[in-house]
């Protein structure tokens, strides 16, 4: 058998060995050590909302009735300004509003060290593009604005584009440009498209963002006030309500998360009828007929108490956690939004602004003693209605075991000291932990860490027995 020369088996090896050398660097991600399962601190029982239920002093007092919520939610809106009504956007509306706040994110992010998927920098032409794409220039002095709904599930992005951007290179679950999520019936208001017509700017009770036009069914005002104040209606109360078509359930059409509120169209055999809105040809609101099972919704809110809170917070224990929505899951933020909504309390998209609702218990500067938080905890944290914040991250209060406090929340990582440098664990879902996770790291404890504690409430806790 004739034998091929080395050199001119190399000369066709070599340039596919670079090839592959170089999208293996392309395609690399960053890599971190995994938590265990059974986080340090925890036990078994603890993962179950009864073991908190049954150790609290009051899980079925009403902490807020339907008036007492209705008044939270207009100081957070009216008052606070945290969340906003579009019914009651100004229409027409100064092209200024819109043109300056997207002109003020494009120059966040045009500052910022952000990396594509393929680890280049993402250059300054890329943001010129963006600008282009937008439309700007195409906006009237006043810009009339557009109710829709939101048809499925959604990314809502800080730009016109599918394309990640990450603050460290190959960070693939901290998507920069992820702005937010948008379930379906979510109501918006929308002032324009890129100049393709394929995504749309759009402004919803908590965020502004781009969304695919597809995902968007415009109607009148009148509509919107219809879809989403209709009476009777269902929340639905698992993780993720799946809903479909035919009420065969076979014809699968999308999920809705936790706190989704849907209207009631009927139900019966253990299959409940709700109104979706749809898109049709022309764009235009179609709001039909589909179905979820009776045991994913109940119909209107839950009552607003500990044991409610606390059930529904672990109906989402252990889901990943999902940076702004990605993938369609929740982080930190989501994670209380989700919960609180199903009692009808409507909680600001980013932690910061959560961290403003309610009744103030404590805030806590960086030189505060440990032993101050925790009398704090011991004495006025109540499981299941109380928040605890730290830059960038907030958790619900479970209680105390043995003086140490407990909290569940959507967490991506915690940190473990080694003696050269931390070591990043991940966890990735949501988790009960105990609040000393951390400590001795660089950044400290969640504990070290916590600026404050609120109670959701507006008129105060009751006294305990």
Known sequence: MKRTPLHAVARYLLPALAILLVSGCAVKERLYYAAPTLLPGTERAMKTAGFWTGRHPFPDRIILDRTGIHRLNLYTQDE?????????????????QVTGRVQEIMDYYAGRHLYHKDGRRVAPRFFAEMKEYMNLGSLPDDIAVRYGLIVRYTDQRVFPTARAAYAKKHDRDFDEFQNSALDIGTPVATTHTTSDGKWCYVMDSLNAGWVPAEAVALCTLEELRRFTGA???????????????DAGMRMYHDYARMGVRLPLSGGESGIVAVRLPF???????????????AEDIHVGYLPYTPRTILRQAFELLNTPYGWGGMYGEQDCSRFVQEVFATVGIWFPRNSSKQSQVGILIGEYPDDTARGDKLAALAEHGVGGCTLLYMRGHIMLFLGMIRDVPYAIHSTWAYRQPRWWRDRVRVINRVAVTQLSLGEGSKKGSWLERLRSIRMVSFTG?????
């Open 461 to 465: 806790p009751q006294e305990g027995p």
């Open 231 to 245: 009476e009777p209606f269902a929340v639905v109360t698992q993780a993720k309500g799946v809903l479909f078509r």
């Open 279 to 293: 898109r049709r040809e022309d764009g235009t609101l179609s709001d039909q007929t589909g179905y979820i099972r």
């Open 80 to 96: 606070l300004e945290l969340t906003r009504d579009i019914t009651r956007l100004p229409s027409p509306l100064p092209a200024e």
